[in-house]
């Protein structure tokens, strides 16, 4: 199956390679759907506001382990279908460090982009300001946000920074 296949050439990826190959995705998918988010607080923000709308306490804003967790969104994105085409390029031809900038890579800062970037996929976010405190607004593009979907979103997510491939 296809989704097999992309999932092994993810989990074949060094550490780095798997890192630098979710940072060009991201970058490409922040093109083409504009996430809103410019700095890390507001990716946390993102991911805080939707665990607490899907009820789920204490999950944690970080990787275990950044570069499984990266195998794993690069494989979930090659799940997409509006990011199949780009992730099967990247895991055909992955980038090499010269091809990076990153001299310094953050590999939680990775991780988070690309979760964001995959929740992208799925719901539209805004920032809204309400009584002197920041929230975050989701809606689904095409049809309403129910809370089952809302909580199917963010057990994807944790499962995508958390659990062992």
Do not use: C
Not at 25 to 54: C, D, N, S, W, Y
Not at 104 to 121: H, I, K, N, P, S
Request: hydrophobic share 45%; no cysteine.
């Amino acid at each position: 199956m296809a989704d097999d296949i992309h999932a092994a050439k993810a989990a074949a990826l060094a550490d780095r390679t798997a890192l630098l190959a979710l940072e060009e995705i991201t970058h490409e998918l922040g093109q083409k759907f504009p996430t809103g988010v410019a700095t890390t607080l507001q990716a946390r923000q993102v991911l805080e506001e939707l665990f607490a709308q899907a009820g789920v306490e204490d999950a944690p804003l970080r990787a275990n382990d950044p570069a499984a967790a990266a195998r794993r969104i690069l494989a979930a994105l090659a799940r997409e279908e509006d990011a199949r085409e780009l992730a099967e390029e990247v895991l055909a031809d992955p980038p090499e460090d010269d091809q990076m900038g990153g001299e310094d890579l953050a590999a939680d800062l990775t991780v988070l982009a690309g979760v964001v970037a995959f929740l992208r996929l799925h719901v539209a976010f805004r920032f809204k300001r309400e009584q002197g405190r920041n929230t975050v607004e989701f809606r689904f593009e095409k049809k309403p946000l129910s809370n089952g979907g809302l909580s199917a979103l963010a057990r994807s997510v944790l499962s995508l920074m958390n659990r062992e491939p």
